[in-house]
């Protein structure tokens, strides 16, 4: 932590004194690339959700909420535990109903952070200083709207506009596409890559607004997008990749056979820097796109 030439403190962990966030593997790498250029359409809306925290929260331990769609939620906490320090709680909201993957369930109890599965917005929001809304929140459903916390930051990585009352919310707005920012918002790149101003009081709250066109094929960048793109482009050429769930068995639904998951497996190693002969790599670990994500993840970590 260091001083941001105000008094404050900002949130910088064991890096340099420019502010750039401590080594986290993936995190670090995005903060390479959005340095030397990478638009934020080809960045992975996880990293840089996580990215934005490690520069925006004030120290301290960190209380998350995350709200949407299970898959999205799930890809999203994966990123936040591993990248943001001080993670103790993660309070979630899942829009569609659908459960969190096991592995990921059991891997936060491990690692000692929290979960809590809340019944709205507003609850899992109450007492976070991070919240991140991963879904596009259903107009036609408005329940008790969310209050933030002092200090809090809220990141809009849904594709859509968030409810007045949440943006009415925020004394300082940071937008990713340049052609959508206007005079009273900051530039998140400068503040990602350690040469723009931040956080300037600990009690505002701050928005991150994640509004960069995706690439070509209309999918925000991820793992799980990318895997899902391969396996429609390779085995299942009838379906779209946001139409193949993420939690889909592909062996025991014919999706993908034996040969085609040695073809998989190939991929995954090639695209994402995986010695994979020297993995210890069970069916299990390429039964889905969510499996398949937590397997590159955690096989990354380790290398």
């Known amino acids: 932590m260091h001083g941001d030439g105000d008094g404050n403190q900002v949130r910088g962990g064991d890096g340099d004194q420019d502010g750039t966030a401590p080594a986290g593997g993936a995190v670090d790498e995005l903060a390479r690339r959005l340095m030397a250029g990478l638009p934020f359409g080809q960045a992975p809306v996880e990293a840089v959700t996580a990215l934005a925290?490690?520069?925006?929260?004030?120290?301290?331990?960190?209380?998350?909420?995350?709200?949407?769609?299970?898959?999205?939620?799930?890809?999203?906490?994966?990123?936040?535990?591993?990248?943001?320090?001080?993670?103790?709680?993660?309070?979630?909201?899942?829009?569609?109903?659908?459960?969190?993957?096991?592995?990921?369930?059991a891997r936060l109890a491990l690692d000692g952070v929290e979960l809590s599965c809340a019944r709205s917005a507003a609850e899992a929001a109450f007492g976070a200083n991070l919240v991140?809304?991963?879904?596009?929140?259903?107009?036609?459903?408005?329940?008790?709207?969310?209050?933030?916390?002092?200090?809090?930051?809220?990141?809009?990585?849904?594709?859509?506009?968030?409810?007045?009352?949440?943006?009415?919310?925020?004394?300082?707005?940071?937008?990713d596409d340049p052609a959508q920012r206007d005079t009273a918002s900051g530039d998140l790149r400068q503040v990602l890559v350690g040469g723009g101003r931040g956080r300037t009081d600990a009690d505002h709250v701050l928005l991150v607004e994640l509004l960069s066109p995706p690439p070509p094929g209309g999918l925000p960048v991820s793992i799980e997008n990318e895997v899902a793109k391969f396996v429609v482009t390779t085995f299942a050429q009838d379906l779209t990749p946001d139409q193949l769930p993420h939690d889909l068995d592909l062996l025991d639904n014919g999706v993908v056979d034996s040969l085609g998951l040695l073809r998989l497996i190939a991929w995954v190693g090639e695209r994402y820097e995986i010695p994979v002969e020297e993995q210890g790599i069970s069916p299990a670990d390429f039964s889905s796109v969510e499996a398949i994500a937590a397997f590159v993840r955690n096989t990354r970590s380790l290398v």
């Open 132 to 175: 991140v809304v991963t879904d596009p929140i259903d107009p036609g459903h408005r329940p008790r709207p969310p209050r933030l916390s002092k200090g809090a930051v809220l990141v809009n990585a849904s594709g859509t506009p968030l409810p007045p009352v949440l943006l009415a919310q925020a004394h300082r707005v940071f937008v």
């Open 53 to 105: 925290a490690r520069h925006l929260l004030t120290p301290g331990v960190v209380t998350a909420a995350v709200i949407g769609g299970a898959a999205r939620v799930a890809s999203q906490l994966d990123v936040l535990t591993r990248d943001v320090p001080d993670v103790s709680h993660v309070s979630v909201r899942l829009l569609d109903g659908r459960e969190l993957p096991p592995a990921l369930t």
